[in-house]
Every structure is written in C-alpha cells, then in structure tokens.
C-alpha cells in the first residue's frame, strides 16, 4: 500500500499533508449515474460504481486505516471539510477540471468496456439537465483532511502534533 511506504520512508518528524474524498462524496449525481446504468442493463458496470463508492472511507475509517499504517493517535489529525460545488448545467458540471480530471476518470473505468462512455455521459448530462431545470446543480464533496507527523515510534521533546493542533 502507497501510504504505508510513505510513512515507512518519512524521516522522523517529516510531515505527510493528504487530501481525500470520503464516504458521501459525488453522491448526487452519482444516484443519477447508477439510475443511467440500470436503465442501461450495465448490471457489473453498476457493480462497479457501487465497489467504488464503498470504498470512500468516513472519517473514523480513514483513522483506523491510518494506525493500521502503524500511525500513533497523537501524530494524526484528520480534519473533515463538507462543502458544495455548484453547476449551472450538466455540460458544466461534466466539463468543470475538477471532475473532468478527479471523478469522470473514475466513472469512465466503471464503464469500462461494456458500453459507450460519450452516450453514457451524455444521458447524464441529459439527466442532470432535466432533474435540475431551473435550478443550480448542488454537488457535495466530503474531504479528508490529513496531516501526520512521521514518529516511527521515537519520543520527541515537546507536544505531539495533535496536541499542538487543537491547542490552537
């Protein structure tokens, strides 16, 4: 696993800033993009979608998979930021960088090669543009937050970094 070799080669007292999507994240439009599949009959693409969105940790989970890295409590701190992006339109939406390079990559891996990514996402837009007519499209983004402080198990003079963190 990535994390446990970056954590296994920081030096001691080295810091690790990481942001990642959590549990929740993308579910909008997501729901709309599973209702396309199933219309679709694309039952393993459907599959697929729903294997990626169970893997989006919560918070507690994104913890525990940091001290199963061997990270030790007070050199973690995950923050939890829960914020909207909003879209005129689906065209929008599908072509904003921060989909167009973070999820749509995703979504087009989930399509595979069981069906036409450019009809698929088109029905999407379509979709997206009909449930929303006249409204602003709302997407939430549930992001991890992380900062760990590479210890290795040594004690360092001074307080560890979660207790230098919400000391402020």
């Known amino acids: 696993m990535a994390g446990l070799e970056v954590v296994r080669v920081g030096k001691i007292g080295g810091r690790i800033l990481a942001t990642v999507p959590l549990h929740g994240t993308w ?3 997501e729901d709309i993009f599973a209702e396309i599949l199933r219309d679709a009959g ?3 693409a459907l599959r697929r979608l729903e294997a990626l969105r169970a893997i ?3 918070g507690p989970q994104l913890g ?3 001290r199963n890295l061997g990270a ?5 701190v995950i923050e939890h930021e829960r914020f909207q992006l909003l879209f005129p339109s689906g065209r929008e939406f599908l072509f904003a960088p921060v989909i167009e390079h973070g999820p749509l990559q995703m ?4 399509i595979g090669k069981d069906g036409a990514p450019q009809e698929l996402f088109w029905r999407l ?3 997206i543009d009909t449930y929303y007519a006249g409204h602003v499209l709302a997407v939430t983004v549930h992001a991890g937050l992380i900062h760990v402080e590479v210890a290795k198990g040594t004690a360092r003079p001074g307080p560890r970094l979660a207790a230098r963190f919400w000391r402020h």
């Open 27 to 29: 579910e909008e439009v």
């Open 56 to 58: 989006r940790p919560t």
């Open 125 to 127: 837009k379509e979709a």
């Open 107 to 110: 979504w087009k891996a989930v």
């Open 42 to 44: 694309m039952t393993a």
């Open 64 to 66: 525990k998979m940091l």
């Open 72 to 76: 030790v409590e007070d050199d973690y």
